[in-house]
């Protein structure tokens, strides 16, 4: 299937960044930047989770579940829409995703994808609390489609990412374990503060969320 980012080129993704871009006063091309940053970095936070066959299997019951069905991307528009209450309904699910994912490390990796993209902090974290659910839903997407338990959730992971892909994308390349220690989240960190990821500092605080 096409990746993630590929994701944010189709009417869906506009929908999603036009979306996100008034609910935050945010300029539209800088949400999506915000958004191209923080969508593979939940997802190879999942990715990570789910080495485990714990994490695995827990991914797998969270996207068993109805309301991550696929359905909350077809009721996209109308959850964007002026005075729909339901988008407060959308944030609070990212709130409770995005923490159980990144934990209390998530205003690090918030504050590096403002450093980054030039957008506030308070704004990315508005932004990637609308991402996240969209993002489990269209993990239950496939797995429902494909018929997918807790053995096949690292390789869809992987998918939706992009590394089995043929898409070229030097941000993906850039984060999957530039370093080859085993963790994407710190080399997320070196990447959008502009170079060299060092262990002592912002990376490093990022570089120990899940180990």
């Keep these: 299937m096409a990746s993630i980012l590929d994701l944010l080129q189709t009417e869906m993704g506009q929908t999603l960044i036009n979306g996100a871009a008034q609910k935050t006063n945010t300029n539209p091309d800088k949400t999506a930047t915000v958004l191209s940053q923080a969508m593979p970095l939940i997802l190879g936070a999942m990715q990570r989770n789910a080495k485990t066959p714990e994490g695995a299997a827990s991914l797998n019951n969270a996207l068993s579940e109805e309301k991550h069905n696929g359905g909350l991307l077809n009721m996209l528009g109308d959850l964007m829409g002026n005075g ?3 988008a407060d309904d959308l944030l609070n ?3 409770g995703i995005l923490g159980h994912v990144l934990g209390n490390k998530q205003p690090v ?22 991402a996240a659910p969209i993002v489990m839903s269209l993990l239950g997407k496939q797995k429902q489609e494909k018929e997918i338990d807790s053995s096949g959730i690292d390789s869809l992971l992987g998918s939706v990412l992009g590394q089995s892909g043929t898409h070229d994308n030097s941000f993906l390349t850039s984060i999957l374990d530039a370093d080859g220690d085993g ?3 710190d080399d997320v960190a070196g990447m959008v503060m502009g170079g060299n990821k060092k262990k002592s500092g912002l990376g490093g605080m990022i570089g120990g969320l899940f180990k």
């Design 183 to 185: 963790s994407i989240v």
């Design 84 to 86: 729909n209450n339901n």
């Design 93 to 95: 699910e990212g709130s």
């Design 109 to 130: 990796v918030e504050n590096a994808i403002a450093t980054s993209s030039g957008v506030d902090a308070q704004s990315v974290s508005q932004i990637i609390k609308i």
